[in-house]
C-alpha cells in the first residue's frame, strides 16, 4: 500500500512523518502521522486513536509524547478520525459526521459509504504503516483519548490478535448509554439498538470478549472532567471487569479536565505501560 508523506520532521533523533494515503475501507485519502525513533527498527508500534473534533494534528502537536517514545524505541501513529473530502457526508454538529467517525462501520446511509473506520484502523492503516516504515505488525498497542478511548478500547476487545496492550484517556466506556453514542450509534447504525452492543467496551468486556488477554488494561481519567458523570462513565467499565476478574487500572486524578494538558501529564505513563508489553 503506497503512503504519500507530505512533510518530515527530524523530532527527538527520530523521524515525525505526515503523510496521506488511499483506504479501501473508506473510500477515500485518508491522513495519518508516523513517529519512528532512531535506529534500524522493526519497531514496536502504539496507535493512538483522538477525540471529537479532532484530525491527526492534535495527538501529533499537543500530547508531547516523542520524547518518551524515543527513549523507549516505540513508534506512535495517530490517524485522523474520520474520511474527508468532497463527497463525504456530514452534520453541522461537531459530533456526528467529519471528526466524529466513533471508530465503527456504519450501515446507515448517507454514513456507509466512507465512514468505515472501524476497518480502516483494524486493516488499512496497520497495512500502509507496516508497508512503509520500518515497524513489527507483531508487536501493536492501542491507546486513545475520549471518542478514540472508546476506540481502543473496543478495537482491543474485538480484534485481541492485532493488539498485544490496550490503554485509554477518558474515554467513552459505555456509549451505548450515554448522549454522544446514542445520536452518533442511531446515526449510523439505526435504531436497532441489538447491533450496538459490539461496538460498547463495556457490554463486550460484559460478554467476556479478549477476557484474559490482556494482564492489565490502564485507564487515566480526570475527576475534573467535564464529561465525566454524563458521557464517560468509568465505573461501568470497572464494573465489567470485575465480572470476570480482568485486571484494570483505573486511576482517578483529582482536579484533571478532559483537555491536552491531562494527555500531557499521564502519556509517559502510557507509553511506558504499553513498552514493557510490546517487548
Request: with cysteine; proline share 5%; aromatic share 10%.
Amino acid at each position: 500500500m503506497s503512503v504519500e508523506i507530505l512533510s518530515s520532521h527530524r523530532c527527538f533523533g527520530g523521524t515525525l512523518s505526515i503523510c496521506r494515503h488511499h483506504s479501501a475501507a473508506t473510500d477515500t485519502h485518508m491522513r495519518f502521522s508516523v513517529y519512528i525513533p532512531e535506529g534500524k527498527g522493526p519497531f514496536p508500534a502504539l496507535t493512538f486513536l483522538a477525540g471529537l473534533t479532532c484530525t491527526e494534528e492534535n495527538f501529533t502537536t499537543k500530547a508531547g509524547a516523542y520524547g518518551r517514545a524515543a527513549e523507549l524505541g516505540l513508534a506512535i501513529i495517530a490517524p485522523d478520525t474520520s474520511p474527508r473530502g468532497e463527497g463525504v457526508a456530514n452534520d453541522d454538529a461537531y459530533d456526528l459526521g467529519q471528526g466524529a467517525g466513533f471508530y465503527i462501520d456504519a450501515t446507515e446511509k448517507p454514513w456507509a459509504p466512507h465512514f468505515n473506520m472501524e476497518t480502516y484502523v483494524a486493516r488499512d492503516l496497520p497495512a500502509a504503516v507496516r508497508d512503509n516504515f520500518p515497524v513489527d505488525g507483531s508487536r501493536q498497542g492501542i491507546t486513545g483519548h475520549s471518542m478514540g478511548g472508546h476506540g481502543a478500547l473496543t478495537l482491543a476487545l474485538k480484534y485481541p490478535s492485532h493488539y498485544r496492550s490496550v490503554s485509554a484517556f477518558a474515554p467513552i466506556v459505555s456509549p451505548t448509554r450515554c448522549p454522544w453514542g446514542e445520536k452518533a450509534f442511531t446515526a449510523y447504525l439505526g435504531s436497532d439498538r441489538s447491533a450496538w452492543a459490539a461496538h460498547d467496551a463495556s457490554a463486550l468486556m460484559a460478554s467476556g470478549s479478549a477476557v484474559g488477554h490482556f494482564d492489565d488494561i490502564l485507564i487515566d481519567q480526570g475527576l475534573a472532567d467535564q464529561f465525566l458523570e454524563k458521557e464517560l462513565k468509568p465505573e461501568l467499565f470497572e464494573e465489567a471487569c470485575a465480572m470476570h476478574r480482568q485486571k484494570l487500572t483505573l486511576r482517578r486524578h483529582e482536579g484533571y479536565d478532559h483537555s491536552y494538558y491531562f494527555i500531557q501529564s499521564f502519556i509517559g505513563d502510557h507509553l511506558t505501560f504499553h513498552a514493557e508489553r510490546l517487548k
